[in-house]
Each structure stands twice: as C-alpha cells, then as structure tokens.
Nanobody, 114 residues
Framework: QVQLMESGGGLVQPGGSLRLSCVGS????????MGWYRQAPGGERELVAD????????NYADSVKGRFTISRDNAKNTVYLQMNALKPEDTAKYYC???????WGQGIQVTVSS
C-alpha cells in the first residue's frame, strides 16, 4: 500500500525557515518523480516544486524560486522541502505528491505569522 507521510510543518515568523519531510512507504521513491503542492484556504492546490527520479531536474513555482529547495534522499525513501525566507503568503497546507498514480499525502499545515 502506497503511503506518503509528511512532517515538519508548524508556525513560523515571517523570514523564518522550515524543512518539510515526506517519507514514502509501500514503494521506493527512486523510481518516481516526487513533488510538493500546497493549498491555501479558498485557493486551488498548486505545485510548489518537483524533482526527478535521480534529483537532476527540479522545477519550482515562480513564487518560491530562490527561497525553497526540494531534495531527495533515495536511501531514506524521503523527499524534503527546505523553505527559507518564509512569507505570510506561504501559509497553506502542504502535500507530498507522487506523480505516477498519482498519490498524495494527508498534508501538513504551514503557517507564517508574527
């Protein structure tokens, strides 16, 4: 059974940092393009970043370029999203995503507020 489990969210002040983790189970992530999406209240789910199977190709939403970094550790079956210089508009529920399927995690809340 494919599962994606996110962790690392929470409340942070503007300008702060968080690192999200997504551990896959029931499959090996090194065979898959993985990504992070987010959905703000009243908004649509949008792609934040994704990463190719070997990590050689990454894509980012324009709104997070230069601030967020997606990475993967295939040995740990884990995908990360390092978020720096966070802004209030980054507040959303963040979802881990496996492209083939597709499969989604349950999501984790990130709130940026002073």
């Amino acid at each position: 059974q494919v599962q994606l489990m996110e962790s690392g969210g929470g409340l942070v002040q503007p300008g702060g940092s968080l690192r999200l983790s997504c551990v896959g189970s029931g499959f090996t992530i090194n065979m898959h393009t993985m990504g992070w999406y987010r959905q703000a209240p009243g908004g649509e789910r949008e792609l934040v970043a994704d990463i190719s199977r070997n990590g050689g190709i990454t894509n980012y939403a324009d709104s997070v370029k230069g601030r967020f970094t997606i990475s993967r550790d295939n040995a740990k079956n884990t995908v990360y999203l390092q978020m720096n210089a966070l802004k209030p508009e980054d507040t959303a529920k963040y979802y881990c995503h496996r492209r083939r399927g597709p499969y989604w995690g349950q999501g984790i809340q990130v709130t940026v507020s002073s």
